[in-house]
């Protein structure tokens, strides 16, 4: 259903009074909650998993590892909960000039209030559980906008937390589409913090939101820079699965290879070897590259891919498109002028950029408005480390693919990719505020005095 603007300030004011109960319920009862949800989850992973197969065509055995790894998640989340927002600061004045120890301030970590959170398709339940754990655990309610496409697996995992035992009100869920209900919601007066992942909407999201704390994990244009002493067999094979797994539809994936020249025709083919290979097919069937999401997406990608015919760029597979299924390809000797070169596809198709230098490599991937992941291949630790330093990227991976996890991992986009920072413990800190209660003493007190 499209929920009414009413229907979204009854939720919001049920939201409201269940977060002042939720966060006077201590936190060893928060955690054993959350256990309980992450366990229910995890029992109902095939029903789930069969949602997101349906829903958004994720291959069926990563959509069942989808919904494992969300309550493997809040597990962790409800862990971590307990150790960090169980520990407070002590600070003394007399640390700072000019005073005495007549004061003691005790600073600990207070929930905001009302969280929403709003995760893409791509991801329906994972990047859902990435917010809602963290919130609760802290002591906040939150208010889940589905993507709409993924809103049944979403519905259904919900629901798991609800079976729980959550108290009414303090964990909903608002269906709709966001271009409809979307400003409605992310301007709503009963409101406390927004975590949003997404793509350019979360750009104007920032915008249009009020006086509250963002975390913004938003797209990217992973760069995959490739040195000549690189091993090739591993890059070739880490190209195949960040480029293309899920259908080159994940915000890591790998969505722009800068290869020195030299090594450039060996990866072309190990990688072309590889994406023979693949299985292109309906999700029921396991199959490597399903259809992407909507018309919409496939239409754009095609948008891409033809200007980068036009452009000149060399078509390593013939394309071919049967309604929303996209068969993998390789765009090689792509060049800047193309729009491949900078914008997402977020689809099956890679272009690769030859280089001459290193320095070349790190220019197109500092010169992009994203900067999420990136990653290098090179046996040498030390260039390595220079040029992850020189990478205006979240994360840079070392040897392997982009990837967002393991989930307590930090996970961070610069520029246009984010604002704020993920992981399990950054989360739950960005979900609360210090409060600070301050001790005047009538005199100074000093320890062992
Ligand atoms: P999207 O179109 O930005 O949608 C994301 C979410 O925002 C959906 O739930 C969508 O709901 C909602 N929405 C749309 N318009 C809205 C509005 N005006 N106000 C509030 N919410 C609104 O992104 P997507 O197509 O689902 O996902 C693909 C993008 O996400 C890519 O750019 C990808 O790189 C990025 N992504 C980033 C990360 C990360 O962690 N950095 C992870 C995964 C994906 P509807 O479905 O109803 O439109």
Redesign the pocket.
Known sequence: PACTQEEVNKVMDAAKVAQKAWARTPLWKRAELLHKAAAILKEHKTPIAECLVKEIAKPAKDAVSEVVRSGDLVSYTAEEGVRILGEGKLLVSDSFPGNERNKYCLSSKVPLGVVLA??????PVN?AVSKIGPALIAGNSLVL???????VAALHMVHCFHLAGFPKGLISCVT????E???F??MHPGVNCIS???????I??SKKAGMVPLQM????KDACIVLEDADLDLVAANIVKGGFSYSG????AVKVVLIMEAVADTVVEKVNAKLAKLKVGPPEDDSDITPV?TES?ANFIEGLVMDAKEKGATFCQEYRREGNLIWPLLLDHVRPDMRIAWE?P?GPVLPVIRINSVEEGIHHCNASNFG?QGCVFTRDINKAIMISDAMESGTVQINSAPA?GPDHFP?Q?LKD??IGS?GITNSINMMTKVKSTVINLPSPSYTMG
């Open positions: 709003i995760p893409p398709f791509n991801y990047l906008k589905p993507p709409t496409q993924g809103a709709g589409k966001g271009s209900i979307g400003d919601l992310t949003f992942t997404g793509g350019d909407t979360g104007a999201i994990e938003l797209g990217g539809q994940r915000c890591t999401v997406s997402e977020f999420l967002r996970f986009g990719s984010g993920q």
